[in-house]
T-cell receptor, first 114, second 113 residues
Framework: NAGVTQTPKFQVLKTGQSMTLQCAQD?????MYWYRQDPGMGLRLIYY???????DKGEVPNGYNVSRLNKREFSLRLESAAPSQTSVYFC?????????????FGPGTRLTVT | DQQVKQNSPSLSVQEGRISILNCDYT??????FLWYKKYPAEGPTFLIS?????DKNEDGRFTVFLNKSAKHLSLHIVPSQPGDSAVYFC????????????FGTGTRLKVLA
């Protein structure tokens, strides 16, 4: 099992460009999440999808859109990138079980907006 | 307003000694707490968790203590090893049905050989 995979690993954008970050999980999890990590800020939730067909805003959703394409895939789109969106982005997934709240994270995408 | 706080950005400990990482929270509705470990250029990995109905949970070298009256939890690592050098995040959850977490800002632990 690959777990949670993210593409790309690195990306440089110019202000105003758009891009989509891809995430896929092979653990048959219902819930998926997008976080950003900034120095001194910890991990902040951008959007999440509790189950296939549903998405909800997290703490910092402005400037982002998401699509839960199917149970496996959850993408994050930046329509018009801004320097403030320079960050490391993590996708995660979870499923109730012996540890109902454990989330599994991907390796991250490092995005720089110039 | 930071609901989950890790007030120590960094901590250095000698190999073999105890590492104690602290976390404070403000929301009494949180009912589940977790610790994650993160190495550079990798995603966070789950370490240990505790439910609000317990005050201690142990897993090998790692023990998490919860003091609900003080809204404080701590992670003890005994004995500390150089491979434990990483950033540790505490997280809290209490929004029923969504499994949303609020993360702290992290503490960088350095275990000196």
């Amino acid at each position: 099992n690959a777990g949670v995979t993210q593409t790309p690993k690195f990306q440089v954008l110019k202000t105003g460009q758009s891009m989509t970050l891809q995430c896929a999980q092979d653990m048959n999890h219902n819930s998926m999440y997008w976080y950003r990590q900034d120095p001194g800020m910890g991990l902040r939730l951008i959007y999440y999808s509790a189950s296939e067909g549903t998405t909800d805003k997290g703490e910092v959703p402005n400037g982002y859109n998401v699509s839960r394409l199917n149970k496996r895939e959850f993408s994050l789109r930046l329509e018009s990138a801004a320097p403030s969106q320079t960050s490391v982005y993590f996708c995660a997934s979870s499923q109730p079980g012996p540890r109902p709240y454990e989330q599994y994270f991907g390796p991250g995408t490092r995005l720089t907006v110039t | 307003d930071q609901q989950v706080k890790q007030n120590s950005p960094s901590l250095s400990v000698q190999e073999g000694r105890i590492s104690i990482l602290n976390c404070d929270y403000t929301n009494s509705m949180f009912d589940y707490f977790l610790w994650y470990k993160k190495y550079p250029a990798e995603g966070p990995t789950f370490l240990i968790s505790i439910s609000s109905i317990k005050d201690k949970n142990e897993d090998g070298r790692f023990t998490v203590f919860l003091n609900k009256s003080a809204k404080h939890l701590s992670l003890h690592i005994v004995p500390s090893q150089p491979g434990d050098s990483a950033v540790y995040f505490c997280a809290a959850s209490g929004v029923s049905g969504t499994y949303k977490y609020i993360f702290g800002t992290g503490t960088r632990l350095k275990v000196l050989a």
